[in-house]
């Protein structure tokens, strides 16, 4: 696509629910990004992933968060037994490949978690 | 732990005037970005400069490195009210490719 797509934009969940937030990089994008931004805050690095290479993880803030991708392409964010405290905003982030020391991010639009 | 810190953190102007951003950093790094983010909207990227780069000009942004003093600084000049943002520096340091992001400078211009 032309740009990166997250869906759902908005969530709202009740506490200890799970929850999947799903993102659409950049055609031929092989770096994908998953941040998460708490209100009024900076992004937090929760995973990156690299063509088939295995994920980075260090980011991810517990056991309840998990990322997959698949055929290199979509990714979905899966967070498990939802806690207030996982209310955020959560960004994915495209990149294209290769040795690109540049890492230049596109970013979607967020998806806006609220956790009741 | 965020790698850079935007100050101010908030700043706020009249249309016409410049804005000055500033962003300090703690390691060594290839290079450092700008990004803007609109209110509910995703990062869009503003401009890189690298690590071996002093000074960078992209239309009305000016971009500054000094890196003895682990710092950049962002220059809006004559800004508009279609600038109020918030900016983030982004730093990636060694063999990373995970830029790392500041809280941000939220910029208001008054119209």
């Known amino acids: 696509g032309a740009g990166v797509s997250q869906s759902p934009s908005n969530k709202v969940t009740e506490k200890g629910k799970d929850v999947e937030l799903r993102c659409d990089p950049i055609s031929g994008h092989t770096a994908l990004y998953w941040y998460r931004q708490s209100l009024g805050q900076g992004l937090e690095f929760l995973i990156y992933?690299?063509?088939?290479?295995?994920?980075?993880k260090s980011g991810l803030p517990s056991d309840r968060f998990s990322a997959e991708r698949t055929g290199g392409s979509v990714s979905t964010l899966t967070i498990q037994r939802t806690q207030q405290e996982d209310s955020a905003v959560y960004l994915c982030?495209?990149?294209?490949?290769?040795?690109?020391?540049?890492?230049?991010?596109?970013f979607g639009a967020g998806s806006r978690l609220t956790v009741l | 732990s965020q790698q850079g810190e935007e100050d101010p953190q908030a700043l706020s102007i009249q249309e016409g005037e410049n804005a000055t951003m500033n962003c300090s950093y703690k390691t060594s790094i290839n290079n450092l970005q700008w990004y803007r983010q609109n209110s509910g909207r995703g990062l869009v990227h503003l401009i890189l400069i690298r690590s071996n780069e002093r000074e960078k000009h992209s239309g009305r942004l000016r971009v500054t490195l000094d890196t003895s003093k682990k710092s950049s600084s962002l220059l809006i000049t004559a800004s508009r009210a279609a600038d109020t943002a918030s900016y983030f520096c982004?730093?990636?340091?060694?063999?990373?490719?995970?830029?790392?992001f500041g809280r941000g400078t939220s910029l208001i211009v008054h119209p």
């Open positions: 982030a495209s990149r294209s490949g290769g040795d690109n020391r540049a890492n230049v991010l596109t």
């Open positions: 982004a730093t990636a340091s060694g063999g990373s490719y995970i830029p790392t």
């Open positions: 992933f690299q063509g088939n290479s295995a994920p980075d």
